[in-house]
C-alpha cells in the first residue's frame, strides 16, 4: 500500500468510527464500551475528520465572556460537559480560561483529558442523560458541550440540568450535529424550556463548519434569573 492509499483507508476508518458512535441509542453502557475503545484513537480520527467543533464553542465562550461577563476570564467557572479527550479545554486553555472542569460518561475518554492538564477536575463516570446529582446547582459562569448533543449520544433534555448547574445570568453554549438537532427535535426540547423560564436562546450559528461530511449549529443560552418571567429576558 503507498502513502496516499494509507491515508485513504485511515481516512475512512476514522469515518467509520465515528459513523458507528452514532448507532448507540444513547446507552450508557454501549456508549462507555464504545469510548473505551476508541479513546487511544479519538484525537487522531476526528483531526483526520477536519473535526472543528471545539475551536467553535471555545471561541463562542471567549467571545460571550467579553461581551457579558465583567470579571476576568482566568477567573470564570467553565464546566466542560462531555469533555472526551479534552479538546475543548486545550481550546479554553488557550484562550485564557484557567478553571476549568470536565466530566465524561467514559472513564477512558476523562483520563485521556484528565492528562492534558488543562482542567482544575475532571470526573468520569458522569451521565448526562441522568440527573447530576453529585454536581450543585449554579455552580459554573458557562457550560459548554460539543460534540455530545449528537445521534445516539444525549438526548435534547440533558439540556436541563446542564442549565441547573449553570449560575443565572450565566450561559450555556453547544454544538448539534444538524442531523441530530432535525432527528432529536432539538429545537421542541429548546422551546419548551423556555417557556418554562430554563433557558433562553442568546445567539446561534447556523450550518458552521464541524466535520468533513456535516455541518452542525452551535447555540448559546442564557440562564435567567429566578425572579424574571421569560418575556422580562433580554439575551
Ligand atoms: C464525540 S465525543 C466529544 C468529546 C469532546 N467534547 C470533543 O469535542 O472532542 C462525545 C463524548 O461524549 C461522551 N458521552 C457520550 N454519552 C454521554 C453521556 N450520556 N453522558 C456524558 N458523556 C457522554 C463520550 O464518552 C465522549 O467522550
Redesign the pocket.
Known amino acids: 500500500m503507498n502513502t496516499v492509499d494509507q491515508q485513504t483507508a485511515l481516512e475512512q476508518a476514522a469515518r467509520k468510527r465515528i459513523k458507528d458512535?452514532h448507532a448507540l441509542d444513547?446507552d450508557?453502557d454501549r456508549?462507555?464500551d464504545f469510548?473505551r475503545g476508541w479513546a487511544s484513537s479519538?484525537d487522531s480520527d476526528?483531526s483526520r475528520d477536519g473535526?472543528c467543533?471545539?475551536m467553535i464553542v471555545a471561541e463562542l465562550a471567549g467571545a460571550v465572556q467579553t461581551a457579558y461577563l465583567s470579571r476576568q476570564r482566568a477567573a470564570i467557572a467553565v464546566l466542560?460537559?462531555?469533555?472526551?479527550?479534552g479538546?475543548?479545554g486545550v481550546e479554553l486553555e488557550r484562550l485564557g480560561f484557567r478553571s476549568i472542569d470536565g466530566?465524561?460518561?467514559?472513564v477512558e475518554?476523562a483520563e485521556r483529558a484528565r492528562q492534558t492538564r488543562v482542567y482544575r477536575n475532571v470526573r468520569g463516570d458522569?451521565?448526562?442523560?441522568g440527573s447530576l446529582s453529585d454536581h450543585s446547582s449554579a455552580s459554573y459562569d458557562i457550560t459548554v458541550?460539543?460534540?455530545?448533543f449528537?445521534l445516539g449520544?444525549?438526548r435534547p433534555d440533558?439540556l436541563r440540568e446542564l442549565a441547573r448547574v449553570t449560575r443565572p445570568n450565566g450561559f450555556v453554549i453547544v454544538s448539534t450535529r444538524k442531523s441530530y438537532a432535525e432527528t432529536a427535535s432539538f429545537e421542541d426540547e429548546v422551546r419548551s424550556l423556555q417557556n418554562a423560564g430554563i433557558l433562553i436562546p442568546a445567539q446561534r450559528l447556523n450550518d458552521g463548519r464541524y466535520v468533513a461530511e456535516e455541518d452542525a449549529h452551535y447555540w448559546v443560552f442564557k440562564v435567567p434569573k429566578k425572579d424574571s418571567s421569560p418575556a422580562d429576558e433580554r439575551p
Open positions: 458512535s444513547s450508557a456508549l462507555s469510548y479519538y476526528v473535526y467543533g471545539p466542560d460537559a462531555g469533555c472526551g479527550t479538546l475543548v466530566f465524561d460518561l467514559s475518554m458522569v451521565d448526562l442523560n458541550s460539543c460534540g455530545v449528537t449520544h444525549v440533558a
